[in-house]
């Protein structure tokens, strides 16, 4: 049975950092891509960021390039995501994601956590 729980959200002051993390169970992160997406509110789910060892690679969505970066740790079969430069615009609650196909920043995974929220705000 494949759980993800996230963790790592709060309240940040505009301009700065925090670490988003999404615990794993139930799957190997070296089989499965795994996303983070958001969700703000009346806003639709929003593809932030996708990590899929086997497809080699990480891809971003335009609005947080340069300023996210996901990655894994195999061993405590977890994926993170650090945000820097954090801006209010970036307050949703944060989701991760898993699926056995390709990285995309589609709503189409199979696997979703509770979610964390996020919130930038001075």
Request: glycine fraction near 14%.
């Amino acid at each position: 049975q494949v759980q993800l729980v996230e963790s790592g959200g709060g309240l940040v002051q505009p301009g700065g950092s925090l670490r988003l993390s999404c615990a794993a169970s139930g799957l190997t992160l070296d089989d499965y891509a795994i996303g983070w997406f958001r969700q703000a509110p009346g806003k639709e789910r929003e593809g932030v960021a996708c990590l899929s060892a086997s497809a080699g690679g990480s891809f971003y969505a335009d609005s947080v390039k340069g300023r996210f970066t996901i990655s894994g740790d195999n061993a405590k079969n977890t994926v993170y995501l650090q945000m820097n430069n954090l801006k209010p615009e970036d307050t949703a609650v944060y989701y991760c994601a898993a699926d056995l196909g390709v990285c995309g920043l589609g709503p189409f995974y199979d696997y979703w956590g509770q979610g964390t929220q996020v919130t930038v705000s001075s």
